[in-house]
């Protein structure tokens, strides 16, 4: 992982309505052809429900963009095939990882959440930089 100052300026920390989401991306080199203008990066997610109801991840909604500024958006239900349910206090933590055809980009986006009452929200991923070691030299 980056060092801890520019592991900070690339991560994520959101709050909307009790859900905390932290994001911490990193630059896999070893997946990566930066000659073939192929760039993978991994991330870490951390769901904590600080709030005082029980909630549950319905789906997610990406948005990716890379270093020229096209956009990519990637919906669809739950996480990493998990739909979670969080207690009040719970936490949730998955892995995931994305390429880019750029050396760096963004990604932000949003949770569907639902309480035990039936009603849904957004629950906001804050963006969160993916910078590979080539842009960073």
Do not use: C
């Not at 980056?2 to 991306?25: K, L, M, W």
């Not at 910078?131 to 030299?137: F, G, K, P, T």
């Amino acid at each position: 992982m980056a060092n801890e100052t520019t592991a900070h300026q690339i991560s994520s920390d959101t709050s909307t309505e009790g859900i905390r989401i932290q994001v911490f991306p990193d630059y896999m080199p070893e997946h990566s052809s930066p000659e073939q203008n192929r760039f993978t990066f991994s991330y870490k997610v951390i769901i904590t429900n600080e709030s005082e109801a029980k909630v549950k991840l319905l789906s997610r909604h990406w948005v990716i963009i890379n270093s020229d500024g096209d956009p990519e958006k990637v919906d669809g239900p739950g996480v990493v095939g998990y739909t979670p349910d969080l207690e009040p206090g719970e936490s949730f933590e998955y892995g995931s990882q994305t390429p880019l055809n750029t050396g760096w980009g963004t990604m932000e986006g949003s949770y569907t959440m639902m309480r035990e009452n039936g009603q849904k929200f957004e629950a906001k991923i804050g963006r969160f930089y993916l910078v590979s070691d080539e842009v960073l030299a």
